[in-house]
Each structure stands twice: as C-alpha cells, then as structure tokens.
C-alpha cells in the first residue's frame, strides 16, 4: 500500500496511528549529518544583528562555531582567544572593538579572564539568544532591548573617543 504525499511516517503510538517520530533507517537519513545552530528570524531581522560590524559578526561566527563543536552544551563557557580571533579574520587591533560592539548590540555576555582578573585563562563568552548552560539560566536576549537610535549614539560616542585616543588626530586634524 503505497502512502499518500507529505504523510507522516514512523513508529505507531497507542491508537496505531504513526506517531510521527522517525525510527530505524529513516531516522539516519533525516538527521542533520553536522552539527548546526539556530538563528530564528526575530535575532536574524533586529537593529542589534543588522548593525554589526564585520569584525564583530567575524567574533559572533567564531562563537558559534566554538558553541557547535560543544553541540550546544557549553553556551556561557564559550572560548575565543585573541589568536583565534586573529585566524577568524579580525584584525589584532580591532579584537576588542568588535567584543564592546557585541557586548552593545547585547549578543553576547562575557565573564572576563586573562590580565584583568590576574589569571592566565581566557574569557569566556555566551550568546544571549540560547539557553546559558553555566549557570542554567534562560536566553536573556538583550539583543532586543536595543535601538537604531542607541546604536547611532554609541557609534559617535565611539568615533569621539577613537579620535581623543588616535596619535592621528593632533588638534582635530591629520597629520
């Protein structure tokens, strides 16, 4: 008896009705043959996702590509270091631009190492749309709280200070 299109196949539940879940040889075929992360729609279409700059939408790569290789259990415990970050693409002088550009946007949370704790361990980064598997708490999605306004305002603020910090800019003007 052959099946008509698009119905369901698999195990029978109780009523003997399939129960949708594949079984056996069907189920390999299905399955996602590597590992994979989801982007949902509403993160994909916000201010904070579409503002990111190429060095940090490089950083957020590489995070998830840390957060795959974990299959999705070490979110909150998540490693870049400056030389991986380097092999990703990102430049050494833009690194940690594009970690106070993501810790903005609200993509990401960090529990900070390295100098600044007076240890030799690395960051560890976790992406506010999955669940924090560290401390078992949800998404936080700080993402959202984000607007194309705010972001506006922290870029100048930024270009302000870059131009107060830069050799470049003596007196206003370039050398």
């Not at 972001?151 to 131009?163: D, E, N, S």
């Given at each position: ?71 999705g259990t070490e979110n ?93 800019f003596t007196h206003g003007?370039?050398?």
């Open positions: 008896m052959s099946r008509p299109p698009g119905s369901r196949f698999g195990k029978p539940d109780h009523t003997g009705r399939s129960s949708g879940k594949l079984i056996g040889r069907l189920k390999k075929l299905k399955a996602p043959k590597t590992p994979f992360a989801w982007l949902h729609r509403e993160l994909v279409t916000s201010a904070a996702w579409r503002a990111r700059s190429i060095h940090t939408a490089r950083f957020i790569d590489a995070l998830l590509v840390d957060h795959m290789n974990h299959a909150g415990n998540l490693m870049a270091t400056y030389d991986q970050m380097v092999a990703w693409g990102i430049g050494r002088r833009f690194v940690n631009d594009a970690i106070a550009e993501a810790l903005f946007l609200g993509l990401t949370r960090v529990d900070p190492g390295g100098r600044w704790v007076n240890t030799n361990q690395p960051s560890r980064y976790c992406l506010t749309w999955f669940y924090n598997d560290r401390d078992d708490t949800p998404a936080t999605d700080d993402w959202k709280k984000v607007t194309k306004e705010a972001i506006k305002k922290w870029r100048k603020g930024r270009r302000r200070r870059a131009k107060k910090t830069d050799p470049r003007a370039l050398r």
